[in-house]
């Protein structure tokens, strides 16, 4: 599975909708040479209420920011939200 668009509530960022990615969609991403970038912003967990980083990539030739979501064939589908804001993207193979 390499990227995976919201069919249901609306993911969005500043007023505008974003597309999901796995992580394996971002692997794809590097294989395949697609230039893209990364950045983190801080979000309120629905579950716990705190304050969390999701990663948010771009990607050459898209008009929409991907959000990083787990597998949900491996497991719930949700954006991954990290407790601490990361000092390397959350897919960790080089970056081009």
Not at 32 to 42: A, N, T, W
Request: some cysteine; proline content about 9%.
């Amino acid at each position: 599975m390499y990227e995976v668009f919201n069919v249901g509530k609306t993911i969005l960022l500043d007023g505008k909708p974003l597309s999901l990615v796995t992580p394996a969609g971002v692997e794809g991403w590097i294989e395949k040479g697609i230039p893209h970038s990364f950045r983190y912003d801080q979000v309120r967990d629905p579950l716990d209420g705190k304050m969390k980083y999701r990663c948010l990539y771009e990607k050459e030739g898209a008009d929409v920011p991907f959000v990083l979501v787990s597998d949900p064939d491996e497991g719930d589908g949700r954006v991954v939200l990290f407790d601490c804001k990361p000092d390397q993207p959350p897919v960790f193979h080089q970056l081009r």
